[in-house]
């Protein structure tokens, strides 16, 4: 995990990340401009040097994080028609063991690229010592908590909780791989989506969404399609909720906030991490509209749904290294399998999980109390049935027997009537099995 020492909020990031990843391993950068965007001979001089002096065989991944440089310029002309002069700086340290000159650097032919990405299209886990890369992500966003709050959410992404989908939001004439994500990967998978090819705005859903691929702006849509909480996308996003667009400059910056413009007129990653998101793929600079430039959606879902952690799945899924792409998000995020009567997402069912369901018990979708997590099946109703999923998989202290003095932390009265539920469903279970 890099840092840059003169950034306070990229140590917060560092810090916080190292609690919950007790074996990371931390390296602070001396000297290195907190600017987005930074020369060839700075990355070469004040950031590979550093970096390279830390790295082992045994590590895959380079994790950065807010404060250091987004993006390289690398203006000298390439050998190449096409030279692209942008390259992301975690799509530089990729190849940081093997290229050491400005003539190495960038995509050098955008139609006919040299960068190939070794590990481009396999459905293996990563390993430097197999491919001769790295893996690289970033830690970004408006601010440290936004950060933060989206590694927080990383850690409780799960498939198959009823009801959570993915939008495809597509548009007539664009190129993009969507039609392949919905045939070759959600359809085969029973994955429940929305798929829209029209040029329609998609900006609800009816459960919470844990995938987003669309146009954005190319779609037809304002510039604050997803900053605009009245007028962009109002449905809501389930922890790791993955952010993938075609457009051009979606991670051009993470500067500002959700009230202003992003500066280039598109989507930003970071607006999405600031409303409630979790990871996403982006660009620093133009990519072009292909397959080469462009992450593939199809790829990208494709691993994640088969357990890949999100770093290995971005960049299984992208092409090209040296290039403008980055990968946003924490990299240990996988897709975990939802355990029934898990409503706090944190892999195990227990007394909070009775409590969630205890506050919002009788309510329904439009009642205030409602709670989408609580409602197990997703019929738009919390009641017995979702009890039940509580019931079969609870590994907590015993609840409650009628007559009790005392009831658990945190208590409530719908919380003692669950209890007492649960103990006399499961008497009845045993007076029939006995």
């Known amino acids: 995990m890099l840092y840059n020492a003169a950034s306070p909020e990229g140590t917060q990031i560092a810090s916080y990340y190292a609690q919950l990843y007790p074996g990371v391993q931390m390296l602070a950068l001396d000297d290195v401009p907190t600017t987005e965007q930074i020369s060839a001979e700075v990355y070469l001089n004040q950031i590979r040097p550093q970096v390279l002096g830390a790295l082992t065989d045994s590590i895959d991944c380079i994790v950065t994080t807010k404060g250091l440089p987004l993006r390289i310029d690398n203006p000298s002309p390439g050998p190449l028609p096409g030279w692209n002069r942008y390259s992301s700086l975690e799509s530089e340290l990729a190849r940081i063991d093997s290229i050491s000159s400005q003539a190495g650097m960038g995509d050098q032919g955008i139609l006919n690229p040299l960068a190939i990405n070794p590990y481009y299209g396999r459905a293996q886990p990563f390993a430097h010592t197999t491919y001769g890369t790295r893996l690289a992500t970033r830690l970004d966003g408006f601010s440290a908590e936004d950060v933060i709050a989206s590694i927080g959410r990383s850690q409780k992404a799960v498939i198959g909780r009823p009801g959570c989908l993915f939008v495809l939001d597509d548009h007539p004439g664009r190129i993009d791989r969507m039609e392949l994500l919905r045939d070759k990967v959600l359809v085969p998978g029973n994955q429940p989506h929305v798929y829209d090819g029209t040029d329609a705005f998609v900006r609800d859903a009816p459960a919470p969404v844990l995938g987003y691929v669309s146009h954005g702006v190319h779609g037809g849509v304002s510039e604050s399609y997803i900053r605009d909480a009245d007028y962009g996308l109002a449905f809501p996003f389930a922890p790791?909720?993955?952010f993938h667009t075609w457009e051009s400059f979606n991670a051009y910056t993470f500067q500002g906030d959700n009230s202003i413009p992003s500066p280039k007129g598109q989507g930003l990653v970071a607006q999405w991490i600031a409303r409630g998101g979790t990871v996403g793929t982006g660009h620093v600079q133009e990519p072009g509209a292909s397959s080469l430039g462009v992450t593939n959606e199809d790829v990208l879902f494709a691993r994640l749904l088969n357990g890949f952690t999100?770093?290995?799945?971005?960049?299984?899924?992208t092409a090209q290294l040296s290039f403008v792409n980055t990968v946003v998000g924490n990299p240990l995020m996988v897709y975990r399998p939802w355990v029934p009567g898990d409503c706090d997402l944190d892999g195990d069912v227990d007394i909070f999980d009775v409590s969630i369901v205890g506050v919002a018990y009788g309510t329904r979708i439009?009642?205030?109390?409602?709670?989408?997590?609580?409602?197990?099946?997703?019929d738009g109703d919390v009641d017995f049935w979702d009890l039940t999923f509580v019931d079969w998989n609870y590994t907590g202290p015993t609840l409650p027997e009628a007559g009790s003095s005392s009831v658990p932390e945190p208590a409530s009265a719908a919380l003692l009537i669950l209890g007492l539920c649960v103990?006399?469903?499961r008497r009845h279970d045993r007076r029939s099995q006995g």
């Open 310 to 317: 999100w770093a290995e799945a971005a960049w299984s899924a």
């Open 423 to 425: 103990v006399a469903r």
């Open 366 to 378: 439009g009642d205030a109390k409602y709670n989408f997590w609580a409602d197990m099946n997703a």
């Open 240 to 242: 790791g909720a993955v």
